[in-house]
């Protein structure tokens, strides 16, 4: 009798498990979602209406053998995990890949489970940042910056500012990627103010047209006509609360093993976000988890003992495109340091498709005209 492999989030890290081991086992792959969401496609639909449906892959063409569960999980315990509907499913081997929490439209909201409402929401985005002149993005993380370079990209008229309380922007970058970041900012008139802080949240909707001013702690006025929010992301690992399966630690993440067992069961495993790990929280990170994953499910499906060890990253690897012709980042140097991405480099790899090419290829979808088919996206850098 086939192994059960359960793995709980659809994400960039639980497709890449799911598909990997669906022709070794009885794969079953559970989210609320009908689709997969790619982050980086989701802030350019915003500023654009041809990609409104371009962030999104049915999770129908993933699996061969395997099956989709559309549900949340509620608990987990090692043998098996409860659904939200109060069914059980049974497992041999789980993998916990939930993910974190972020802001639209970097995620879609709570109440767009299906990739049409999504879709629908983010074409309703791009008419109301249309009526807007002023914008205003709270948060100069990845997902921030990306955002105000697709908007600039698609309308260089807009005035955008970027808040961030932190004094430096992208700190665990070099100083040169950095430097670079700064002068592309100015150069696409795009404001960053750091150091600042507003006394309270702007009172109206995210992402909706409304003209408001906020006041920073120093006093300063700014009035926009819309703003986004993209900082405050957070693990998905409430269904873990209950400590069933094991304690989450003081940032709710997960303790894992070197082999990314959870702490005490070394038959469920747990990558990215939620993950207690040094490595940087973004999709890539989880990505490059993945396969040590799928060495050891696929080691114990055969009978031996999982010997694939998770090496912690020992550089920030990171593109960040500010549209489709600018946009800085931080790839591996053949001596493994930390080496500065010329821009044509950050466009050729990310800005040019968001890796939608990529993805449509792991979920057997064909390129859409508009989209790079020959799949030059290369290190799966993304944001979020």
């Known amino acids: 009798m086939s192994s059960t492999v359960v793995i709980v989030g659809g994400g960039y890290a639980g497709t890449m498990v799911a598909k990997a081991l669906d022709d070794r086992a009885d794969v079953i792959l559970v989210d609320p979602r009908d689709a997969f969401v790619n982050v980086s496609g989701s802030l350019r639909a915003t500023a654009r209406l041809d990609w409104a449906d371009q962030p999104f892959f049915d999770y129908g063409p993933l699996l061969t053998r395997g099956r989709v569960i559309r549900d949340s999980v509620v608990a987990v315990q090692p043998?098996?995990?409860?659904?939200?509907?109060?069914?059980?499913?049974?497992?041999?081997?789980?993998?916990?890949?939930?993910?974190?929490?972020?802001?639209?439209?970097?995620?879609?909201?709570?109440?767009a489970t299906s990739a049409a409402a999504a879709a629908d929401d983010l074409r309703a985005t791009n008419e109301q940042l249309s009526r807007a002149d002023r914008v205003l993005v709270l948060g100069a993380g990845p997902v921030g910056l990306e955002l105000a370079g697709e908007i600039r990209d698609a309308w260089p008229g807009k005035r955008i500012t970027i808040l961030d309380p932190s004094p430096e922007i992208l700190p665990a970058c070099l100083p040169e990627v950095r430097d670079e970041l700064r002068r592309q900012l100015e150069e696409l008139d795009i404001d960053l103010r750091l150091a600042t802080s507003l006394a309270d949240l702007p009172h109206a909707a995210a992402a909706t047209a409304s003209t408001f001013t906020v006041t920073t702690t120093d006093g300063e006025e700014i009035t926009a006509d819309i703003w986004f929010r993209t900082f405050g992301s957070r693990p998905h690992t409430a269904y873990l609360a209950d400590g069933a399966l094991v304690r989450l630690t003081e940032r709710q993440t997960v303790p894992v093993d070197e082999h990314l067992n959870v702490i005490g069961h070394p038959t469920v495993y747990a990558l990215g976000d939620i993950a207690d790990l040094a490595d940087p929280k973004m999709a890539t990170q989880a990505m490059t988890q993945a396969p040590t994953v799928i060495e050891n499910i696929a080691a114990r499906l055969r009978g031996e003992q999982p010997v694939a060890v998770h090496e912690p990253a020992t550089t920030h690897r990171i593109l960040v495109p500010l549209g489709t012709r600018y946009g800085v980042g931080q790839l591996t140097s053949p001596d493994g340091g930390a080496i500065a991405a010329p821009v044509d480099v950050v466009v050729a790899r990310k800005g040019t498709d968001l890796f939608t090419a990529r993805f449509a290829e792991r979920f057997g979808r064909t390129a859409t005209a508009g989209i790079d088919s020959t799949g030059t996206a290369g290190d799966g850098e993304g944001s979020g």
């Open 79 to 111: 043998g098996g995990v409860t659904l939200a509907d109060g069914g059980r499913v049974d497992a041999d081997h789980i993998v916990l890949a939930t993910g974190s929490s972020h802001s639209y439209p970097a995620r879609p909201r709570t109440t």
